[in-house]
């Protein structure tokens, strides 16, 4: 039967993608995550698998694959699935691709034919008449390809309809995704392809800066990731510097030398060393950021004329993006009619959460780190701001934001301009997910309109001091945390002394969470004073390395 036809393709196509001996995969933070060539091809293999019966069980909407560990290192790789709004698969489905990536070659036919009876999925009609589809794209990375065929050999098996992207940015293949999937709505979000994207970009950041004149350069590090080449192609649609635009200087953009990638540079270096790399060259108060290996994450920072260095992280992203929408809201007079929210993670900066709820009257969500998280409580409020303090994050207008903000009519020229800006930041943000292209544009809309320096923006608040620690365990998931990660459940006992040590900082505070994306538990403090907040950090680290050794001991 057709149905024996597929379930023998499934298993014959997954020959060269053995299931690895003793391994065990787990869908985290973002995807699946870990060394390349350690039977990162089979998961893949199983993610293909995965897309197609999202796709089927979501009416074959456009399902969408991406290749990459971000962050991780070069030897590192990752995937993870896209749903049809361009955001990130549903929570239940995280185990369907947990079971498929820790299925033996074998019994792929016989788990496919389970879960689509259990989905309720036509397991028939996907093959023959309505076609699951799929969209997929890379990173840089040297395994990319190799990764890359394996996700098409399950794809072929089950005759999925699929566009090949080839390298793209993370949230460039979430929009081609939310594209895909709402042409033909009342809200189409653009066009699919990469032309598309930057032409959508340059247009809402031309209408958004309303005339308004960007102060110096701003120095781009890439990471040497994806970020680079995609940079300079978005760089051809922005107005330049002689056309009021944007003067923009590319750095580590080298995608040539794989090892180069995320390797002391790049969003994470910046914010976990706070320091800026050591192959920068800028001159005091020069504006900088720096993107992530796919070019989801942005930070800013600068140096004085003491040459100390200052981050502009994800928490300031944040307030800018909701201190300038919601002033240009005023502006426009639909202030009172829109809910504006801010969400963070345990990360925030207590100081910027203090900020927002006390300086600028918003109200604010925790949720635990990763995206899917976040977004999800964004979408709460009218307009939601979310960040990770890693500079991951975006902003999401609800349909009741866009409908006000469309259809208000202004009463006096200030109001019309503000109303014009806010309409063109809808489309200027990546609604779909946190976008470092996007970010960086929004950044540079927000600080032109405030006339404002990289110093100026330093100013709003001061940040609490604080510290990040890596320690790596015999086994990090004997550490379970709870309230949105700010307190561990397991081991018992562990979090009774970190608070003995919170207590006895002064503006202490302090939690310790296993990484979803490397194998390690994270340790953060901050405190009043940088001595302090190290500290802590190191205070709390031992307990970690304690705590570990000795679970690993029991077991
Ligand atoms: C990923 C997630 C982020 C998360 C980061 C670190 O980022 O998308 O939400 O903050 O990993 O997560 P963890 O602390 O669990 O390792 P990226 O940029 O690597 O995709």
Known sequence: ???????????QNAAPYPLPEGKRFQYGTAGFRMKADVGLDHVVYAVGIVAALRSKRRNEATIGVMITASHNPAEDNGVKVVDPMGDMLEQE???????????ENALFGDIYEKLTNDLLVDPVHQVHTRKSKVVFARDT????????KALKASLDALHVEYTDYGILTTPMLHHMVRCHNTKNSP?????????GYHKKMANAFKKAMYGRKIKGHLTVDCANGVGGPKLHDLLKYLPNASNDGIDIKVVNDDVIKP?????ECGADYVKTKQRAPPSSNAVPFERCCSLDGDADRIVYYFIDDNKEFHLLDGDRIATLAANFIADQARVAGIGDKLKIGVVQTAYANGASTEYIQKVMKLPVDCTPTGVKHLHHAAKRFDIGVYFE?????????NDNAIDIIKGHDPQSPGQKHALESLDALIDLINQAV???FSDMLLTEVALAHRAWSPQDWMNTYIDLPNKLVRVVVPDRNVFKAVDAERRLESPAGAQARIDHYVNLTNRGRAFARASGTEDAVRVYAEAHSARDAEKLANQVAEVVETYGMR???KS
């Open 389 to 397: 303090a890693n500079g991951h994050g975006t902003v999401l207008f």
């Open 551 to 553: 679970a690993a001991s």
């Open 434 to 436: 946190g976008d470092a």
């Open 1 to 11: 039967t057709i149905q024996d036809e597929v379930k023998n393709a499934l298993v």
């Open 187 to 195: 809200r189409p979000f653009g066009e699919a392809s990469e032309a």
């Open 93 to 103: 489905w995280e185990e369907y691709a947990t079971q498929l990536a820790n299925t």
């Open 141 to 148: 990375r040297a395994s990319g390809p190799h990764l890359i």
């Open 259 to 263: 090892e180069a990638l995320n390797y």
